[in-house]
């Protein structure tokens, strides 16, 4: 309950931070597949800087970014072309979203998915003998509301202020939140196993050191209850689990401690078949990625509030200084004016994107490549943890050495399906365009944001063959 009582406020700051910031597309669909990919490549597939079309590369800076979701959306006539100064005012004066909430059907159910990775100064360099090391510093942070009902949805994004729901009994037994930001610095390393011919198998790991700086759940969500006015809610048979960091903590960020709430270890490990012989030039890889855990073991707390019947009195009327005040309130409301009751521990885990990811390129004729990735999530169960949406992806590619081009035609998929036609441009060091680019070029509705733009330095081989 803690955290659904500012699902509003939360996932307007979701919308401005993913779309304004965020400023690439999450799985990169036109880039990180290319031959000239470099150390953005080793993020989708670790082997794929073995043996690669580069010698070196040197991502200066990048921010990789995906938002979908099917309650929230700002209507094209309220958008600008390139408007984000118009999404950040939006977003912060509550002004341009509006829902898709249908009164007729209070419980249907709405899903927000968003995640944000800033690549800091991060490389890889080739080693003797067809071996290749990397080192990537990042900053990632993943957002989940599932499988929401329609009526608590609404009512969060009011604030519990709109009152032709006042007066009706709703539930809610299906949503899930989950939300995690974490420092990233991982160490790659890949070689290739076998070359024989025109045939090579490449493999390669990545090891990940995990800082967690902030995270979030809320879990076995079983919830009814009745908004008589602003002066009481009424809860009945009710329960629900969930933890949180403390986010008072990043009021005053003053050192670097503060951003420092539990620690973890992720793995990625990969694998590339290339076949260059007979005019026949592509690669099938195959990877695992995010592989492991944070335990937010720092400033953290889980919470358990469960009553038969309860009332939250004078709820509009109440102040809070900060989560914990919160959380004693929820407490006292749920346990007959104890406000410790709640409390049932003082660390959670919570786990990393996990996928699997296949990709296949083809090198149609001399620089025309057609690329297919698939990149399936995998749940957690009733665990904590974030979940990586599935995607989809064809893609057609021309590419050269100082020009590319490629056009990403996707499916992503969390709870729902949504297709996304994109572009990507790379003009040498330069790069920019989008897996879903339709709301910023004001050609559709924003119900998703999914654009990208970044530099990256690289050498290339004296001589190279049509693939790496």
Request: include cysteine; charged fraction near 15%.
């Amino acid at each position: 309950m803690a955290n659904l009582f500012f699902m509003k406020k939360t996932t307007a700051f979701i919308i401005c931070l993913h779309t304004c910031l965020g400023v690439f597309a999450q799985q990169n669909l036109g880039i990180r597949n290319s031959n000239y990919a470099g150390i953005q490549g080793a993020l989708l597939n670790p082997s794929s800087i073995a043996d690669s079309k580069l010698d070196w590369d040197v991502n200066v800076f990048s921010v990789d970014e995906v938002f979908a979701n099917n309650f929230l959306y700002a209507p094209k006539s309220s958008l600008t072309f390139l408007g984000i100064n118009r999404i950040i005012e939006g977003s912060i004066n509550e002004d341009l979203f509006n829902t898709r909430f249908n009164p007729s059907q209070p419980d249907k159910l709405y899903n927000v998915t968003a995640s944000t990775e800033i690549l800091g100064p991060s490389f890889f360099m080739k080693l003797a003998k067809k071996q290749s090391i990397g080192l990537t510093i990042a900053g990632r942070s993943y957002a989940n509301i599932g499988n929401i009902s329609g009526n608590l949805a609404q009512n969060a994004f009011a604030y519990f202020l709109e009152k032709n729901l006042y007066n009706t009994t709703y539930q809610d037994n299906t949503a899930r939140v989950n939300s995690m930001g974490w420092l990233e610095y991982g160490l790659h390393y890949a070689t290739v196993l076998y070359s024989q011919g025109g045939n090579e198998l490449k493999g390669g790991i990545s090891l990940n050191y995990l800082q967690g700086v902030a995270a979030a759940y809320a879990k076995n969500v079983h919830l009814t209850y009745n908004i008589a006015d602003t002066a009481n809610i009424a809860f009945t048979n009710t329960s629900v689990d969930y933890g949180r960091t403390d986010f008072d903590t990043y009021r005053k960020i003053n050192n670097y401690g503060n951003l420092n709430q539990g620690h973890g270890f992720g793995t990625d490990i990969g694998v590339t078949y290339v076949h260059t012989r007979d005019g026949a030039d592509y690669r099938i890889g195959l990877s695992l990625l995010d592989a492991g855990s944070i335990n937010f073991n720092r400033n953290s707390a889980t919470y358990h509030l469960q009553a038969d019947n309860a009332n939250f009195m004078n709820w509009h009327q109440s102040k809070f200084s900060g989560n914990t005040q919160l959380d004693q309130t929820l407490s006292a409301v749920f346990y007959e004016g104890d406000s410790a009751r709640s409390l049932t521990g003082n660390h959670f885990k919570m786990a990393l994107p996990t996928a699997l990811s296949l990709q296949a390129d083809w090198n149609v004729c001399r620089s025309f490549f057609l690329n297919t990735t698939i990149i399936q999530g995998f749940g957690h169960g009733n665990g904590n943890g974030v979940t990586r949406p599935d995607i989809y992806s064809i893609t057609p590619r021309y590419e050269t050495k100082w020009f590319e081009f490629s056009v990403p035609v996707s499916l992503l998929y969390y709870h729902y399906w949504q297709p996304r036609v994109g572009f990507a441009v790379r003009l040498g060091y330069l790069f920019f365009g989008g897996d879903a680019p339709g709301a910023l070029l004001k050609l559709n509705d924003l119900q998703s944001a999914d654009v990208y733009a970044g530099v990256h330095f690289f050498l290339t081989k004296k001589q190279t063959s049509s693939h790496s």
